[in-house]
């Protein structure tokens, strides 16, 4: 089983920046990769952004490419979401997703296997 925990969540304002981090603990030499997913109210869950665990290919969805950016530090055990020039619509609950295996396609939430509880992110004057 692999664990993760969400933080780093909060209120702030349209333009404002706020960085997530997801800290893994458990069968983390299981992982394979790990994602950010969001969920604003009344929507579904959609993919954020997605990172090798051991490092180099990372995808960015289109709606966030070039203000948000994903990295991780292995020797902590942490995935990160970095969030710039954060807009109003930038507002849902962050969720973060490990998975085992190489399965694609990597945007869908169905082929990951674990996931943390969430972390709220209102963008709001």
């Known amino acids: 089983q692999v664990q993760l925990v969400e933080s780093g969540g909060q209120l702030v304002q349209p333009g404002g920046s706020l960085r997530l981090s997801c800290a893994a603990s458990g069968r983390t030499f299981s992982v394979y990769a790990m994602a950010w997913f969001r969920q604003a109210p009344g929507k579904e869950r959609e993919f954020v952004a997605r990172i090798r665990y051991s490092g180099g290919t990372a995808y960015v969805a289109d709606s966030v490419k070039g203000r948000f950016t994903i990295s991780r530090d292995n020797a902590e055990n942490t995935v990160y979401l970095q969030l710039n020039s954060l807009k109003p619509e930038d507002t849902a609950v962050y969720y973060c997703?490990?998975?085992?295996?190489?399965?694609?396609?990597?945007?869908?939430?169905?082929?990951?296997?674990?996931w943390g509880q969430g972390t709220q992110v209102t963008v709001s004057s």
């Open positions: 997703a490990a998975v085992e295996t190489n399965s694609r396609p990597y945007y869908s939430e169905h082929i990951y296997n674990y």
